[in-house]
């Protein structure tokens, strides 16, 4: 009976702490609007933002821009460029930006990701983001890395 209420009250403080940090990613590109935000399988150009690791499959120089006006307000349209090279057969660096509001609030990301292959089924790979967010008056700016 003390483990089950252990590991409900641990299952709902995690739930409550990452609550906020989910809310503010979305998905950028086509599939992964198409697929409710589910990107932990596919291998493309937009790994760079959703899903490092589907990098490490892809071979020579790929590109690709994002524009997405939510509910047609430009005012929550959300921006993004990324591209990737691969370093030979194992390796692939990846590089993206991010945009989303307009002069009132906005939220830019960039990323730089780096994917390696470890044989047909398994890949790995980590990224490092810059986050800014600027709103418009006197409220000022922050930055986190």
């Known amino acids: 009976m003390f483990f089950r209420r252990a590991f409900l009250s641990l299952l ?26 589910c ?26 821009a994002f524009y997405e006006s939510r ?12 591209a990737s090279y691969s370093l030979g057969k194992v390796v692939s660096l990846g590089a993206g930006i991010a945009e989303f509001g307009n002069t009132h609030m906005k939220e830019q990301t960039a990323s730089l990701t780096l994917a390696r ?8 790979g980590a990224s490092i983001e810059w986050n800014t967010l600027r709103f418009s008056e006197n409220y000022g700016a922050a930055s986190a890395l």
Do not use: H, Y
């Open 117 to 124: 292959s470890f044989g047909a089924k398994m890949n790995a």
């Open 71 to 82: 509910f047609l307000s430009s005012g929550i349209a959300a921006k993004s460029v990324c």
């Open 39 to 64: 990107q932990v399988t596919a291998e493309d150009v937009w790994s760079c933002r959703n899903n490092p690791a589907g990098l490490g499959s892809l071979t020579g120089f790929r590109s690709g």
């Open 12 to 37: 709902i403080a995690l739930t409550i702490g990452l609550l906020p940090a989910s809310a503010s990613w979305t998905p950028v590109g086509a599939r992964a609007l198409s697929l409710a935000g």
